[in-house]
């Protein structure tokens, strides 16, 4: 299958500082990428959907200003999450679409783990 | 609504077969999922089945769709210890990409 990258794998950083993640699919150019948000011992949640040069379209209840998404290339998209606070830390993942048109497969990045102190 | 349901926990003895179950709510599925997740990693596709088809094994997966129950399972023979991690089921509609995922069962291996 296809390979998808995040960067970082596990970032600390301070309440009100920003961090970005990145999502990289390494084999294959992503129509579509997706941002989820996965709490210690629950599911996927999806934060949001974003298609290769147009804006994200995100969940109900995601905060569009505190979670900016750009997807600025076929290979890249970014997850910045704005003032950052202890109730933001998680595992983010992210995963790319539009190579297998088959199977509507989305292929998984490997995670980032944030935590805000 | 949109919940697709899994059952928490699901303890076997190595060598056994495991079925894993998930219920889903939206009839217009297209395609349906099985993702393994092991502790602090990504998720790993297993499996899928398309909505037109009642059974599909490869290897030690079978994966079963029952359409007019909305309800599917995944069974693992032979089960192994690195078998142990968390199962999502997930359900893709329409010409979307978009994943509804269930609550994930965490399958735990005994020795």
């Known amino acids: 299958g296809a390979v998808v990258s995040q960067h970082p794998s596990r970032v600390i950083c301070k309440s009100g500082t920003s961090v970005k993640i990145e999502c990289r699919s390494l084999d294959f150019q992503a129509t579509t990428m997706f941002w989820y948000r996965q709490f210690p011992k629950q599911s996927l949640m999806l934060m949001a959907t974003?298609?290769?040069?147009?804006?994200?379209?995100?969940e109900q209840g995601v905060e569009k200003d505190k979670f900016l998404i750009n997807h600025a290339s076929l290979t890249l998209s970014t997850l910045t999450v704005t003032s950052a606070h202890p109730e933001d830390s998680s595992f983010y993942i992210c995963?790319?679409?539009?190579?297998?048109?088959?199977?509507?497969?989305?292929?998984f990045g490997p995670g980032t783990r944030l935590t805000v102190l | 609504g949109e919940d697709v349901e899994q059952s928490l926990f699901l303890s076997v003895r190595e060598g056994d077969s495991s079925v894993i179950n998930c219920t889903y709510t939206?009839?217009?599925?297209?395609?349906l999922y099985w993702y393994k997740q092991e502790p602090g990693a990504g998720l790993q596709l297993l499996t899928y089945?398309?909505?037109?088809?009642d059974m599909k094994q490869d290897q030690r997966l079978t994966v079963l769709l029952n359409k007019k129950d909305k309800h599917l399972s995944l069974r693992i023979a032979d089960t192994q210890t690195g078998d142990s991690a968390i199962y999502f089921c997930a359900e893709s509609r329409g010409g979307t990409y978009k994943y509804i995922f269930g609550t994930g069962t965490r399958l735990k291996v005994l020795a």
């Open positions: 974003s298609n290769e040069g147009s804006k994200a379209t995100y």
């Open positions: 995963s790319s679409s539009g190579t297998n048109q088959g199977s509507n497969e989305q292929f």
């Open positions: 939206d009839s217009s599925s297209t395609y």
């Open positions: 089945i398309f909505s037109n088809m």
